[in-house]
């Protein structure tokens, strides 16, 4: 079992920067494929992110592609979420969910836990 608690979301204006974190419990965390997802009202859930076990392989929506960076500390069962530049279409509830597998899968339900996720909120 794996539990997940998102952090950092808030209140930013365009051009801004946050950091998102994700604190994992469990001891064979560093197995773990991590991936962010943002979901707004009224639409599916959109895959943002993915970092493999090893922090070794990511990979970005293009939407995101040169402005998010992801990231882990496995020393401290985290994995981050780097946003620059935000603009208002960043404006979701960001969630991030693990997968006991070493695929970076982009696909929600291919992932087994996921956290309650935080609010991120960006305006003009």
């Known amino acids: 079992q794996v539990q997940l608690v998102e952090s950092g979301g808030g209140l930013a204006q365009a051009g801004d920067s946050l950091r998102l974190s994700c604190a994992a419990s469990?001891?064979?965390?560093?197995?773990?494929?991590v991936g962010w997802f943002r979901q707004v009202p009224g639409k599916e859930r959109e895959f943002v992110a993915a970092?493999?076990?090893?922090?070794?392989?990511?990979y970005y929506a293009d939407s995101v592609k040169g402005r998010f960076t992801i990231s882990r500390d496995n020393a401290k069962n985290t994995v981050f979420l780097q946003m620059n530049s935000l603009n208002p279409e960043d404006t979701a509830v960001y969630y991030c969910?693990?997968?006991?597998?070493?695929?970076?899968?982009?696909?929600?339900?291919?992932?087994?836990?996921w956290g309650q996720g935080t609010q991120v909120t960006v305006s003009y």
């Open positions: 970092i493999s076990g090893s922090g070794d392989s990511t």
């Open positions: 969910a693990a997968a006991n597998n070493y695929v970076l899968y982009t696909i929600s339900w291919r992932y087994s836990y």
């Open positions: 469990g001891r064979t965390w560093s197995i773990y494929t």
